[in-house]
Nanobody, 115 residues
């Protein structure tokens, strides 16, 4: 499974960004996908996850009500709509796929929120 993210960038506090992740390869084996982030000096953390069918989503407490994860119609893409962005949301955001017992990661996309 290969994952490619896009959509990061620089935004002011209170602004919005939409991240996209496209999966290719053995996508039929994907059970769930999600977004993680890693800020400088901090551990990578789960931001949001979604099951293959899209029936279940999970969010980190710090982003609930501000971020929304969704799947594309082809089920090979996921998106992260990020609203009301805060400086503490600044991080590299990684797309993740859980497939056949293995984790797959994208290369990451930088999100910077200026105060």
């Amino acid at each position: 499974v290969q994952l490619v993210e896009s959509g990061g960038g620089l935004v002011q506090t209170g602004g919005s960004l939409r991240l996209s992740c496209a999966a290719s390869g053995s996508t039929f084996s994907i059970d769930a996908m999600g977004w993680y982030r890693q800020a400088p000096g901090k551990q990578r953390e789960l931001v949001a996850g979604i099951t293959r069918g899209g029936g279940r989503t999970d969010y980190a407490g710090s982003v609930k009500g501000r971020f929304t994860i969704s799947r594309g119609n082809a089920k090979n893409s996921i998106y992260l709509q990020m609203n009301s962005l805060q400086p503490e949301d600044t991080a590299v955001y990684y797309c993740n796929a859980w497939a056949s017992g293995d984790d797959y990661w994208g290369q990451g996309t930088q999100v910077t929120v200026s105060s």
